[in-house]
């Protein structure tokens, strides 16, 4: 009897002895997060506002960490293919999603049954920046205003025709076409880089286009941009009107980023990752990296980015059902 207590007491106190050397080892791995290589998936190619961004903090992200941040693009399929890809990850911490506004708003309002919830099966992060867009043509275009492009429009209802780079530059053409009175048909590209080479190469009569990827492009004389979808010129171009000046007063188009994660991601490494990310936004560099391209950071972490993904939805869902878009 005195044995079977015995090594009763011995397997206690080694299980104890186990779970006290366990719980430091694990307090550990927690605290070292990241601890290895975070990977930034991208809905879109290379060139695009939306890796500007990805790229830009996964620099900053390893100065902080001493981890390597992996850039993978992954376009097409309306950005279904990179959100698959972030969903099927390990929900450790180390896939990060770095989406825009179509990806994380636009889509809901443009197909009756998207394959994710922007919502649901995310974490929010961070918001990262907000950029006006512009409205550019081919270098050769016969169109030097916006309003010789509304006029050629009204003039031939549905003969020009707007590169989509994805479904946020899809809407921002139908509230054009709403504001102006004009039936531009939209022909859609896997990312807004394809979109402005189209353009550049005369396939199409115009595009939207996030400032951030378009200006060196403009400065190089690739496209020629008629105005700056914003209530105010941009800094990064200061020659070119803003949409009041251009003849559309009260017209706006802007497009934004941010980071997000597997909803199933433990709150520890989520939170810290929102931590990091929040540092970089407040980095002066950071504002000043924007500024030069003609945005803005968009400081605010993941509760901030919650709501403001939230009125995102409610907003392009209400323009979707004005301008009479048939969800697909």
Do not use: C
């Amino acid at each position: 009897m005195m044995n079977r207590r015995t090594t009763l007491w011995k397997l206690l106190l080694a299980t104890a002895v186990a779970g006290a050397t366990l719980l430091p080892a694990a307090m550990a791995q927690a605290q070292a997060f990241p601890n290895r290589a975070i990977k930034f998936i991208v809905p879109f190619p290379p060139g695009s506002g939306t890796d500007t961004s990805a790229r830009y903090f996964g620099r900053k992200l390893t100065e902080l960490t001493g981890q390597p941040v992996v850039v993978e693009n992954k376009p097409g399929g309306n950005g279904f293919i990179a959100v698959k890809a972030v969903l099927a990850a390990p929900a450790d911490g180390y896939t990060v999603f770095v989406g825009s506004n179509s990806t994380l708003a636009v889509n809901v309002a443009l197909f009756k049954q998207l394959p994710y919830d922007p919502q649901a099966d995310f974490a929010p992060l961070s918001m990262m920046m907000r950029a006006p867009t512009v409205v550019v043509v081919p270098p050769q275009s016969p169109y030097k205003t916006l309003g010789e492009l509304i006029a050629a429009a009204k003039a031939k209802p549905g003969k020009l025709n707007h590169g989509g780079g994805s479904a946020g530059y899809q809407l921002m053409n139908e509230a054009l076409k709403e504001k102006a009175g004009v039936d531009i048909l939209n022909v859609p590209y896997k990312g807004a880089s394809d979109a402005l080479t189209a353009v550049a190469g005369g396939s199409v009569d115009l595009a939207f286009a996030d400032i951030t990827a378009s200006t060196e492009l403009i400065k190089g004389g690739k496209v020629r941009v008629l105005a700056v979808a914003s209530d105010r010129r941009a800094a990064a171009l200061p020659n070119v009107p803003h949409m009041g000046e251009a003849g559309l007063p009260g017209f706006g188009a802007y497009v934004w980023v941010g980071a997000m994660v597997s909803a199933k991601t433990p709150r520890p490494e989520a939170a810290k990752l929102a931590e990091l990310l929040a540092q970089i936004e407040r980095l002066p560099e950071t504002r000043e990296f924007y500024e030069k391209l003609g945005a803005e950071t968009m400081n605010g972490g993941a509760e901030e980015m919650r709501q403001f993904q939230a009125q995102e939805i409610a907003q392009w869902k209400r323009l979707a059902a004005k301008t009479g878009v048939q969800q697909e």
